[in-house]
């Protein structure tokens, strides 16, 4: 039998559990978003995609992490450009952020190692660079093999290489 105090009690409590739950959720996201910017400092996304970064040991403010970078990577598959992060995931879904993460990508992007991250890290990852909003500009675009560049670059072609003794002679 349903008398109004039972049901105002039943209402108090299911009000209670939806609170409980909205916080545990906002504090589930505000954890994703914590391991997801552990993530870019440990497995070295700063390194490439924050300009800056690595001269600076590190000190560059969060403002500006992952925000593209003009100088290239230049070796025998032409001159790539650190991608402005804040910009890509911006216009991605999770679904397709999975997908990109997994797939090759030009050197040295080192996309083998988002390969063997899991479905959680790959979204605390996107879920931290999603929270750091979209600006700047995108990188230059991919310049191909012997196309030249107008911007710095790292030279990546390997000098003073070991001759190698050729097969059959």
């Known amino acids: 039998m349903n008398t109004p105090i039972t049901t105002l009690t039943g209402l108090v409590l299911l009000c209670a559990l939806a609170g409980v739950t909205a916080a545990a959720s ?3 996201t505000d954890a994703r978003i914590e ?3 552990y993530l870019a400092v440990t497995s070295g996304c700063n390194d490439c ?5 690595l001269q600076g040991d590190g000190n560059v403010p969060v403002d500006q992490w992952l925000t593209g970078n003009p100088v290239g990577f230049q070796g025998p598959w032409g001159t790539t450009y650190p991608a402005n992060l804040r910009l890509s995931l911006s216009q991605m879904t999770e679904q397709q952020w ?3 993460a997994r797939s090759a990508m030009r050197p040295p992007m080192p996309w083998f190692n988002l390969r063997e991250m899991s479905d959680d890290d790959l979204l605390a990852l996107y879920a931290f660079v999603r929270s750091l909003k979209p600006v700047g500009t995108p990188a230059p675009a991919y310049a191909p093999p012997g196309q030249a560049v107008n911007t710095p670059y ?3 072609t390997p000098k003073n290489l070991p001759m190698t ?5």
């Open 165 to 169: 003794a050729k097969v059959g002679k």
């Open 49 to 53: 995609h924050t300009p800056g970064y």
């Open 154 to 156: 790292f030279d990546f």
């Open 35 to 37: 391991r997801g910017r």
């Open 98 to 100: 999975l997908a990109k």
């Open 26 to 28: 906002a504090g589930g």
